[in-house]
């Protein structure tokens, strides 16, 4: 079951936050498919939304979707290359090419 969106203000359950929490959900349920839709849905209007990028991106990875991940993190680096969002998203691609340090 989803996030109870159908309890909040009709503006606030299009807001990107309450989307963003209702990905963060599904992907605590282990739903990655549902909670890849939601927080893309997000994405499209805010391509920088800090609360949706890392569930959007930690979904990638459960569903491994290693091309992906491997653009998110190219765009992140140019666009914000000191930011943890970025480091991370590179570290997942690391982790899913399985190319560890040694």
Not at 3 to 24: K, M
Not at 53 to 68: E, F, G, Q
Request: glycine share 6%; proline share 5%; hydrophobic share 40%.
């Amino acid at each position: 079951s989803g996030y109870p969106t159908q309890f909040l203000p009709a503006a606030s359950a299009g807001n990107g936050h309450a989307r963003a929490a209702q990905a963060a959900r599904f992907f605590g349920q282990g739903d990655y498919e549902s909670c890849l839709t939601v927080s893309k849905r997000v994405l499209e209007e805010d391509p920088y939304h800090l609360a949706a990028l890392p569930v959007h991106i930690s979904s990638l990875v459960m569903l491994n979707m290693t091309n992906v991940v491997y653009y998110v993190a190219h765009q992140l680096m140019t666009a914000y290359p000191s930011t943890a969002i970025a480091w991370y998203t590179a570290g997942c691609y690391y982790y899913m090419i399985k190319k560890y340090e040694h």
